[in-house]
């Protein structure tokens, strides 16, 4: 199967022995009508026709079957077991499929009656047997009907078809997208977490594509203002974010289901995954959630955007926040939650007037649950949902073991779904255009744009959005730059010239023990050293540890300060064993603590000593080729005093 994608096999699958279905069946049909008919086939006697009558069935029922499971199976539609056998229950495509559960039950009902045969009685069995002819037409309606309608929005599945195919499927490289300024934000060089300005320059974004059709639902789609292309969240370029009234010109009100559980198929179908980090399919949870629940489910927006480098959660409140509100309205609607929290770094609260926006929509009707604001510290283990879960249920801002999860027990022991507020964003628009519309941008399995935060080796950092599969090279500058940190403080380094054969997408940079996180990028000037740049970050995370874990409490620092003495920061030369230790202590902080830190701050440094090995023999010796001693990756002073957890 090189370069064809498992669930697009399955898609080809799932169509092929349907097409071979029903050519068996149809011959079945003919095969028993002529017997019927003449008594016989020319040229073959009684018991051979019956032979072939009977073994053309099984094989028919066969590939039915497989027919079956490859569509349940492909998470491109969204079919579930009960939408293939009982008919017309489907939220996808209901008429079209509830033909082929007709059918698939007629097929059955055939099936066991034979099998009964001896005990139901000739007639019955008859009866039976002539009513199951009627699968035939049944079926071929669903085959006219079915494919017709998801074959177009699969087209850029199809190998070697669309720009945003990527290199797994050996497409051609998409053409560079346009570094016009269209999807803006852009954050002043290293500076603080509140001097950002609407863009002037730079921000990438990936190539047009073809919008595609709604694919799944029966809702109206709406026609979505930017077309297949980008930006999609942010507003674009020239016109000014915020404003309720440019938001429901541009993407009308929240578009409800009046149901719990029916948005969910279209987010599956969709093949949205969180943006906060983990990138975990959001239907999942969303599923996980609505079947928790027992009337007090809560859904919280998670902005708390820990990650000192990353900018993304404040553009997109600053700029489109009317869509991560829809998005949280859409999401307690899907879990049936009655309650709903924005938990929003506290600075960043403080600069985005949300009260004032909530006002707004309260004077137009549009929220049916209610949100209320919770300011977050400024620290970068904040947006950990279960610290999230901890700090709006009263408490402090720390991770706490699991299980339970916090989708089972979370705020105040409920049920909570924790979406990072880009998803939200993601969720509100999927509701309004589709997931045929969604899947248009990205590739098959990583499907949609992202936010993200380019740090270029100019210094400057601009928020931008792209679709998965970009090419790296499209997002961040790297012909001057040595290496790529991706996927921010427990990303890992990627050499430039090896990032330039990459694209923004997890099965890319999976191997390389990369993976997108939360989109940020940062292009390492080649004045820099990557290894003291590595140490002054692995400081900050070593301080930034809750402090609950031994493991985490004791090794993180030990870690960040042998790593300092390599670098060069503790004003000594570097003992003959201090990578040695590095690499010791490393593996024994890593798997052993309440969270992931622990592990994401082990794998930065890894990546570190593994890009950087040139410079970690030079530090030995002594010596650092960096042009430059200014810092390039933000980092910030660090916490005032340990009451920041809350
Ligand atoms: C150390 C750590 C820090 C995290 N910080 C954030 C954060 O600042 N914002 C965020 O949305 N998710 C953060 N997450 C991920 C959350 O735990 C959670 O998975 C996420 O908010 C779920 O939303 P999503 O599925 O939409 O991404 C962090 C996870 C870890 C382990
Ligand atoms: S692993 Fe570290 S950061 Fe995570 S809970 Fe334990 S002490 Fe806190």
């Known amino acids: 199967m090189s370069g064809i994608t498992s669930s697009t096999a399955l898609w080809y699958a799932s169509r092929a022995t349907g097409v071979v279905s029903l050519v068996l069946l149809s011959a079945v049909m003919l095969i028993g009508i002529l017997v019927n008919r003449q008594g016989r086939l020319p040229g073959l006697p009684r018991f051979a026709v019956l032979g072939l009558h009977r073994n053309l069935s099984l094989l028919a029922v066969v590939f039915v079957v497989v027919h079956v499971i490859t569509a349940i199976a492909d998470?491109?539609?969204?079919?579930?077991?009960?939408?293939?056998?009982?008919?017309?229950?489907?939220?996808?495509?209901?008429?079209?499929?509830?033909?082929?559960?007709?059918?698939?039950?007629?097929?059955?009902?055939?099936?066991?009656?034979?099998?009964?045969?001896?005990?139901?009685?000739?007639?019955?069995?008859?009866?039976?047997?002539?009513?199951?002819?009627?699968?035939?037409?049944?079926?071929?309606?669903?085959?006219?009907?079915?494919?017709?309608?998801?074959?177009?929005?699969?087209?850029?599945?199809?190998?070697?078809?669309?720009?945003?195919?990527?290199?797994r499927l050996g497409a051609a490289r998409p053409p560079r997208p346009r570094l016009d300024g269209l999807a803006g934000f852009a954050a002043a060089p290293h500076a603080g977490r509140s001097a950002m300005s609407p863009a002037t320059h730079g921000p990438a974004v990936a190539s047009p594509l073809m919008p595609g059709p709604g694919a799944a639902g029966t809702w109206p789609r709406r026609q979505s203002p930017a077309g297949g292309g980008l930006p999609r969240l942010l507003p674009p370029a020239g016109q000014p974010g915020g404003d309720l009234a440019a938001h429901l010109g541009r993407?009308?009100?929240?578009?409800?289901?009046?149901?719990?559980?029916?948005?969910?198929?279209?987010?599956?179908?969709?093949?949205?995954?969180?943006?906060?980090?983990?990138?975990?399919?959001?239907?999942?949870?969303?599923?996980?959630?609505?079947?928790?629940?027992?009337?007090?489910?809560?859904?919280?927006?998670n902005a708390a955007e820990g990650e000192p480098a990353s900018h993304k959660d404040e553009a997109l409140l600053r700029l489109a926040p009317h869509l991560v509100l829809d998005g949280l309205q859409l999401a307690a609607e899907a879990v049936g939650a009655a309650r709903a929290v924005l938990y929003v770094r506290r600075d960043v609260h403080a600069g985005t007037?949300?009260?004032?926006?909530?006002?707004?929509?309260?004077?137009?009707?549009?929220?049916?649950?209610?949100?209320?604001?919770?300011?977050?510290?400024?620290?970068?283990?904040a947006g950990e949902e279960s610290a999230l879960a901890s700090l709006v249920s009263g408490g402090a801002a720390v991770p706490?073991?699991?299980?339970?999860?916090?989708?089972?027990?979370?705020?105040?022991?409920?049920?909570?779904?924790?979406?990072?507020?880009?998803?939200?964003?993601?969720?509100?628009l999927i509701a309004r255009y589709g997931p045929g519309w969604f899947r248009a941008a990205g590739t098959p399995d990583e499907p949609g744009t992202m936010l993200?935060?380019?740090?270029?080796?100019?210094?400057?950092a601009t928020v931008a959005e792209a679709a998965f599969g970009t090419p790296l090279a499209d997002l961040v500058s790297?012909?001057?730059?040595?290496?790529?940190?991706?996927?921010?403080?427990?990303?890992?380094?990627?050499?430039?010239?090896?990032?330039?054969?990459?694209?923004?997408?997890?099965?890319?940079?999976?191997?390389?023990?990369?993976?997108?996180?939360?989109?940020?990028?940062?292009?390492?000037?080649?004045?820099?050293?990557?290894?003291?740049?590595?140490?002054?970050?692995?400081?900050?995370?070593?301080?930034?540890?809750?402090?609950?874990?031994?493991?985490?409490?004791?090794?993180?620092?030990?870690?960040?300060?042998?790593?300092?003495?390599?670098?060069?920061?503790?004003?000594r030369r570097p003992d003959s064993r201090v990578v040695s230790d590095l690499i010791r202590w490393a593996g024994l902080v890593e798997g052993r603590g309440a969270c992931h830190h622990p592990d994401g701050t082990v794998r930065f440094i890894r990546s570190a000593l593994r890009v950087f090995e040139a410079e970690v023999r030079e530090h030995q010796r002594g010596r650092c080729g960096a042009g430059s001693s200014l810092p390039f990756l933000p980092v910030p002073a660090g916490p005032s005093t340990d009451a920041d957890w809350s």
């Open 75 to 167: 998470s491109f539609v969204s079919i579930s077991l009960a939408a293939a056998i009982i008919p017309f229950v489907s939220a996808y495509e209901p008429l079209w499929l509830g033909l082929g559960a007709v059918s698939l039950d007629l097929m059955a009902a055939l099936i066991v009656t034979s099998l009964l045969r001896r005990y139901i009685g000739r007639r019955a069995w008859r009866a039976v047997h002539w009513l199951a002819y009627a699968s035939w037409p049944v079926a071929v309606a669903h085959s006219i009907g079915w494919p017709g309608h998801d074959v177009h929005s699969r087209g850029p599945r199809r190998p070697g078809l669309a720009a945003g195919a990527g290199p």
């Open 251 to 301: 993407h009308g009100p929240v578009p409800y289901r009046g149901e719990v559980a029916r948005l969910i198929p279209e987010v599956r179908a969709a093949g949205l995954t969180g943006r906060g980090g983990a990138a975990f399919p959001v239907h999942r949870k969303l599923e996980a959630v609505a079947a928790a629940d027992r009337g007090g489910a809560i859904v919280v927006g």
């Open 353 to 381: 007037r949300l009260e004032e926006k909530m006002t707004q929509r309260d004077g137009r009707g549009l929220d049916r649950v209610a949100v209320e604001v919770v300011p977050a510290p400024a620290r970068f283990l």
């Open 400 to 428: 706490r073991f699991t299980p339970p999860r916090v989708f089972e027990r979370g705020v105040d022991g409920r049920p909570t779904l924790v979406q990072n507020v880009e998803t939200l964003a993601h969720l509100a």
């Open 452 to 460: 993200c935060t380019l740090h270029q080796v100019d210094g400057s």
């Open 478 to 571: 790297l012909s001057s730059a040595t290496a790529v940190l991706v996927g921010g403080y427990h990303g890992a380094w990627i050499p430039a010239a090896q990032a330039s054969r990459l694209r923004l997408s997890n099965a890319m940079l999976r191997p390389l023990g990369a993976f997108t996180g939360a989109g940020v990028l940062a292009a390492l000037p080649a004045d820099r050293c990557g290894l003291v740049e590595t140490a002054r970050v692995a400081r900050y995370l070593a301080l930034e540890s809750a402090g609950q874990c031994g493991p985490c409490l004791n090794g993180l620092p030990a870690v960040a300060a042998a790593l300092a003495e390599l670098a060069g920061l503790a004003g």
